[in-house]
């Protein structure tokens, strides 16, 4: 079984940043591929950016402000988030993209306002 931990997240004003972190442990083995959740208030969740061995892709409403990659050292995935905007106020998952999805951590909320 696979344990994803989300941290980072916080209160941040508009046009500010963020790193979140994805902490992984258990089957670790098990995990080829890697992506970035968000879920804001009464809307489904979506994603916004995954990460395989050779590629990484970007939902458009985040597409040059976000930027995700791991550090395999530390079995860690992270999502630097830039040039926040109000819209991206949400709660933030890690899980994997490809195949069936881990359990699911507890999120970590970010919360963009002035």
């Known amino acids: 079984q696979v344990q994803l931990v989300e941290s980072g997240g916080g209160l941040v004003q508009p046009g500010g940043s963020l790193r979140l972190s994805c902490a992984a442990s258990g089957s670790i083995f098990r995990i080829n591929d890697m992506g970035w959740y968000r879920q804001a208030p009464g809307k489904q969740r979506e994603l916004v950016a995954h990460i395989t061995r050779g590629s990484t892709n970007y939902a458009d409403p985040v597409k040059g402000r976000f930027t995700i990659s791991r550090d395999n050292t530390k079995n860690t995935w992270y999502l630097q988030m830039n040039s926040l905007k109000p819209e991206d106020t949400a709660v933030y998952y890690c899980?994997?993209?490809?195949?069936?999805?881990?359990?699911w951590g507890q999120g970590t909320q970010v919360t963009v306002s002035s």
């Open positions: 899980n994997r993209v490809l195949g069936s999805r881990f359990p």
